[in-house]
């Protein structure tokens, strides 16, 4: 005759073997990851790059980068130097040339005055209108960064860009 107490060990252990191997199953392998996307085949490789001049003494100059991006848009760059700390300098793309001026045709974010730069996705212009990077920097426009929300009159960098740059 059987070990009652060996039976009921060799069940025991059985039965704990089965909630393991149970409990260890999961369907990680069944769920789909999605990669994230390679922040270098955001961009084409494609760029050009203006210069933004000092106005009137201000001592702010710099860059502006036009990127274009995979989708045919653009990441415009604006890189200074000179601006005042904890400034915010409004930046815009302006119809016409320096000498002519004329209106904002698209907005940028605002200039860091800690870092002296700014970074926008650019899709379309202020009325709507789509623009794509080869339209972009074709386009009869100049960038102007002014000294303040509350002080738009003052500009500390400006410069020619796409048709009109030298």
């Not at 974010?109 to 996705?121: F, I, L, P, Q, R």
């Not at 100049?142 to 929300?149: A, I, K, M, T, W």
């Given at each position: 005759?059987?070990?009652?107490?060996?039976?009921?060990?060799?069940?025991?252990?059985?039965?704990?073997?089965?909630?393991?191997?149970?409990?260890?199953?999961?369907?990680?392998?069944?769920?789909?990851?999605?990669?994230?996307?390679?922040?270098?085949?955001?961009?084409?490789?494609?760029?050009?790059?203006?210069?933004?001049?000092?106005?009137?003494?201000?001592?702010?100059?710099?860059?502006?980068?036009?990127?274009?991006?995979?989708?045919?848009?653009?990441?415009?760059?604006?890189?200074?130097?000179?601006?005042?700390?904890?400034?915010?300098?409004?930046?815009?793309?302006?119809?016409?040339?320096?000498?002519?001026?004329?209106?904002?045709?698209?907005?940028?974010?605002?200039?860091?005055?800690?870092?002296?730069?700014?970074?926008?996705?650019?899709?379309?212009?202020?009325?709507?209108?789509?623009i794509t990077y080869a339209e972009l920097i074709q386009y009869n426009g100049?960038?102007?960064?002014?000294?303040?929300?509350?002080?738009?009159?003052?500009?500390?960098?400006?410069?020619?860009?796409?048709?009109?740059?030298?």
């Amino acid at each position: 005759m059987k070990n009652p107490m060996f039976q009921y060990f060799w069940t025991l252990l059985l039965a704990g073997l089965m909630i393991f191997s149970f409990a260890s199953c999961n369907n990680d392998d069944d769920e789909e990851v999605t990669p994230e996307p390679d922040p270098v085949e955001e961009f084409t490789g494609q760029e050009t790059a203006y210069n933004l001049a000092a106005v009137a003494e201000s001592g702010v100059s710099g860059t502006v980068t036009f990127r274009e991006k995979s989708d045919g848009s653009t990441q415009v760059v604006i890189a200074l130097t000179g601006t005042p700390e904890g400034g915010s300098h409004p930046a815009h793309i302006h119809e016409n040339d320096v000498e002519t001026t004329g209106g904002i045709a698209v907005m940028l974010t605002n200039v860091n005055g800690d870092t002296g730069e700014s970074v926008t996705e650019v899709t379309e212009k202020a009325d709507g209108t789509a623009i794509t990077y080869a339209e972009l920097i074709q386009y009869n426009g100049y960038v102007n960064v002014h000294l303040s929300d509350d002080d738009l009159e003052t500009i500390v960098a400006q410069g020619n860009i796409g048709a009109n740059a030298e």
